[in-house]
């Protein structure tokens, strides 16, 4: 079984804008499956840019983040209802042994984050570290 974790990050302190942005993080809904030799992670992240999002690698954590824009900023804005998560997010996903992430692949297209992360060849060494880009 695989373990899949988010993680939330707040502040203490005043109430400033840094806080306030901090305090509104928010975790998109992920899938983790496994497709042939590949270990497949789908974010959904509908209305994002490809240059807003950052993926990163630390030991076996997979961390997605950046921050979705909020069309309504203006407080010209009196929601009825309001279901869609806006600002700033941030997902961890721990990845279990056994994949390469030097030769991890991510894209982005129709709102979903796809990496492919291939199953380590036999006598490959396992990174400390590496930052995944979008294609």
């Not at 005043?14 to 942005?21: H, I, P, R």
């Not at 998109?28 to 959904?44: A, R």
């Amino acid at each position: 079984m695989y373990k899949v974790t988010s993680s939330l990050q707040f502040t203490k302190g005043s109430q400033s804008d840094a806080a306030k942005e901090s305090e509104a993080h928010w975790v998109p809904l992920t899938d983790v499956y496994l497709v042939d030799n590949s270990l497949v992670v789908t974010v959904e992240l509908a209305g994002m840019r490809r240059e807003d999002l950052e993926l990163t690698v630390e030991g076996n954590q997979l961390r997605v983040s950046g921050q979705r824009p909020d069309g309504c900023r203006n407080g010209r804005c009196k929601f009825l209802v309001m279901e869609i998560n806006y600002g700033t997010f941030e997902s961890v996903i721990e990845l279990p042994a056994g994949y390469d992430l030097t030769k991890a692949r991510a894209a982005y297209q129709n709102g979903f984050l796809r990496i492919d992360v291939p199953a380590v060849s036999p006598g490959a060494s396992h990174p400390l570290s590496l930052p995944v880009s979008g294609e």
